[in-house]
T-cell receptor, first 115, second 109 residues
């Protein structure tokens, strides 16, 4: 039990639609990261938020966007969904200490299927 | 961040020690070695991390070679619940953890 909760756990969308995924961070953590995990692959970094601002981004297009709120909860938004966006989306919280990220604590993920 | 190489799969008998190797020959001086595992359909779970000294916690031990070019994660008494994909990650001060494809460990009764 990591204290990181994600919603919804499963959802189905069609191509071209938009989706919002939500994450509640572990208490005391100031950083939230989002990862995409396709079937049979390891998680891939999408972006990280610290103090409500994007603090690093992986190789994902601008239609992937996010928000971090003052209570450190977060959203991942994906516009214009494509079939390849079908994946498990993982949220992870951590504490930034001396500019070095601590270990990540992951939620159970939101499984998105795009038809 | 340096890349890592892990065997794609391993088996281990229940009750025996599971030794999972990882090569990271391009690691630099300020990069840490992290291990995570992912049980099917769950989020990855942090196991342990280290810089150059061997580390031990309630879950596992991490042995890092003196030249830091490889490491071994040791689960001292593997149980069926340790069946999972294990990821070795080398991490500097950047934001992202590169997970790779990991080692799929199967603990056999």
């Amino acid at each position: 039990e990591t204290g990181v909760t994600q919603s919804p756990t499963h959802l189905i969308k069609t191509r071209g639609q938009q989706v919002t995924l939500r994450c509640s961070s572990q208490s005391g953590h100031n950083t939230v990261s989002w990862y995409q995990q396709a079937l049979g692959q390891g998680p891939q970094f999408i972006f990280q938020y610290y103090r409500e601002e994007e603090n690093g981004r992986g190789n994902f297009p601008p239609r992937f966007s996010g928000l971090q709120f003052p209570n450190y909860s977060s959203e991942l938004n994906v516009n214009a969904l494509e079939l390849d966006d079908s994946a498990l989306y993982l949220c992870a919280s951590s504490r930034l200490v001396d500019r070095r990220p601590g270990e990540l604590f992951f939620g159970e993920g939101s499984r998105l299927t795009v038809l | 961040d340096a890349k890592t190489t892990q065997p794609p799969s391993m088996d281990c008998a229940e009750g025996r020690a599971a030794n999972l190797p990882c090569n990271h020959s391009t690691i630099s001086g300020n990069e840490y070695v992290y291990w995570y595992r992912q049980i099917h359909s769950q989020g990855p779970q942090y196991i342990i991390h280290g810089l150059k000294n061997n580390e031990t916690n309630e879950m596992a031990s991490l042995i890092i070679t003196e030249d830091r070019k490889s490491s071994t994660l040791i689960l001292p008494h593997a149980t069926l619940r340790d069946t999972a994909v294990y990821y070795c990650i080398v991490k500097g001060t950047g934001n992202q953890f590169y997970f790779g494809t990991g080692t799929s460990l199967t603990v056999i009764p």
